[in-house]
């Protein structure tokens, strides 16, 4: 892997590598990529991820030791930094002089510490934690720290907000009037001093989307975890439209308007609220519809009202500035869905606690990325999880990559073909992609068992037959269990069976705690089981006897009905392809990929990946799925899995 990302470093052909959990990939593109810019003084290299946990991890681990061995070796130590979006960092205007939310509270922050300090209330502990917040930066100021969040006291999302500000809503260093200290400059100072500079995939996005604005100029990009790459781009690049967000932005900006240009507001929420009502929970095509409608009245509420805030901008003052900015983003949103573009999608979609919203999507971000980020540096992207069906096409299709001339057919790389889209369609980017193998030997530590006489899943939840299955399972692990469920629904209801079954077993179930608390219980007791949904399929790292068997209950498609997913099958449809296998079936095999993954994380781990639905097998596109998961020994045979079980709960 070394070799290969060097070699791509040196002639700048794109590089896509597959390397299995315990391979070292963060040291397989680090050593080259320190000892690269030790041999090109004044050059950069972003390192973009998926977590903050490797983004911890690779700041105050992996980086620093790889840097001690580059200096050991060449007698160069190149400097690296930590860069996050703006909203990570908190901003001093908001620390010292107050103001308001528009997350969530208008409450002032002022306001909030005052009632810490002065009266026990709902919102005391709140203040509480705005008070140690506000030290705690102040104190970073002081000593030339930056004030990330991830260093910050213990504190609520609401606490937060109320000393950070949203990137539309920052001032910028000049009109600011703590410009001067503030400590995301300090953070971008440093980025930009920096040769290897890491960052995340949502501001990479973010960097793209605006011009290489948000990250320093760079050479080449390390993306890890690259197969987030496209579901981050695709957040970064969407839209969410509310009859409360309009209705909080209103309010914001009511002091600085007309009486008539902050009532068409506040009226243009009340209209958006009834067509939601009215519209079917579906991607809206229809240009006449009442809520294009609705949506026009807000698009022509919010630009009068930015242009009521800025006029005479120069006067303006912080709030109001702020306030144009939260204006401003609404009348973005609202314009972008109003015009129905070919290659959004947008939708009517409902929150259990706030009811119902639009939302707008990019159709594609293959051309995004292949324009702004393949066109423009060398990049390399990494995961264990890139061959899907045993093959790059679908992660690089995905990812704007085209085609080559198979003209290096003796190298050990493979150019595959992919797709595109309509931006930089026409253009040709050269790449590879290589699989570097697992340090794990599967078919000798895992058994990957599928139920093939169980029935089909259903919409009606689970049938008694899995859930008796399920307990059988966890029965004969001896606890030892991480059930991955489709749903919420699903994990309560296996968990209610287990437990009932299984009484003196300790069954953690996702909602029981934070999910962190559960994690670590589920580390800390061998025996205990845990069952959870979507959060828990990646991410979770949990080697030894506590994890020795791993319950699928259902191939991980996307929903059916899932405006976004049903609109991009519609695009590959469209153009000849087979939308299925291209979107539905390819999720679903990195999802697969990801959480059997959960079960051999080292040498020594041994277990049973136990997938509960036939279609695996019996299904055409079974095989395709299958070739995404670790190769591990397979059976369909229920008593070989349970015996397996057995013997390893047994084992001393």
Known sequence: MADAVAQALGDGRHLLVQAGTGTGKS???????????????????????????????????????????????????????????????????????????????????????????????????LGAEV??????????????????????????????????????????????????SCLVEVSRDRARSASLVVTNHALLAIDAMQGGTAVPEHRAVIVDEAHELVARVTGAASGELSPQQVERVGK????????????????????????????????????????????????????????????????????????????????????????????????????????????????????????????????????????????????????GLRARDRDDESSPYVPVAS????????????????????PFDYRHQAIRYVARTLPTPGRDGMSKEVLDEIAELVWAAGGRTLGLFSSRRAAEAAAVHVRRQLPKMTILCQGDAQLS?????????????????????????????????????????????????????????????????SVAATHAALLLAQGSGRLVRRSSDRGVVAVLDPRLVTARYGSFLRASMPDMWETTDREIAVGALRRLAETP
């Open 252 to 399: 914001r900006a009511v002091t600085f308007l007309s009486d008539e240009t902050a009532l068409e507001l506040l009226e243009s929420a009340d209209d958006l609220r009834e067509a939601l009502d009215e519209s079917p929970l579906e991607r809206v095509e229809d240009p006449s519809s009442a809520f294009v409608a609705a949506v026009e009245r807000v698009r022509a509420a919010s630009r009068a009202a930015v242009s009521g805030l800025t006029s005479g901008s120069e006067k303006a003052s912080p709030e109001q500035r702020q306030a144009a900015a939260a204006v401003s983003e609404v009348f973005d949103v609202a314009e972008r869905m109003a015009a129905l573009s070919a290659y959004d999608v947008v939708w009517v979609t409902e929150r259990e606690r706030s009811g119902r919203e639009a939302r707008v999507a990019p159709l594609s971000v293959a051309g995004l990325m292949r324009s702004a980020v393949f066109g423009e540096r060398t990049v390399v992207l990494t995961s264990a999880t890139l061959k899907l069906g045993d093959d790059f096409g679908p992660s690089a299709g995905s990812l």
């Open 419 to 438: 797709g595109g889209d309509k931006a930089g369609a026409d253009v040709v980017v050269p790449w590879r992609a290589l699989d570097v193998g697992s």
């Open 131 to 180: 008070l140690a917040l506000r030290e705690w930066a102040e104190d970073q100021a002081s000593t030339g720290g930056v004030a990330d969040r991830d260093d910050a006291p213990t504190h609520s999302d609401r606490a937060w907000h109320q000393v950070s500000v949203p990137a539309r809503e920052c001032l910028g260093a000049q009109r600011c009037p703590h410009g001067d």
């Open 517 to 581: 608390d559960l994690t670590r219980r589920f580390t800390a007791e061998e025996t205990t089981s845990l069952f959870g949904t979507l959060s828990l399929w990646q991410g979770v790292d949990v080697p030894g006897a506590t994890c020795q068997l791993v319950i699928i209950d259902r191939i991980p498609f996307p929903r059916p009905d899932e405006p976004l997913t049903l609109a991009r099958q519609k695009a590959v449809a469209d153009a000849g392809g087979n939308g299925f296998m």
């Open 27 to 125: 040291l397989g593109y680090l050593a080259p990529a320190l000892v690269w810019l030790t041999e090109h003084p004044g050059e950069r290299i972003v390192v973009a991820t998926a977590t903050l946990a490797l983004q911890a991890q690779l700041a105050h681990a992996d980086i620093p030791a790889a840097i001690d061995a580059v200096e050991h070796v060449t007698g160069k130590r190149p400097e690296f930094s930590v860069l996050k979006g703006r909203s990570n960092y908190a901003c001093l205007l908001r620390v010292r002089d107050g103001g308001t939310s528009d997350q969530g509270t208008l409450i002032s922050a002022d306001d909030l510490v005052a009632t810490a300090r002065t009266a026990p209330t709902a919102d005391s502990a």
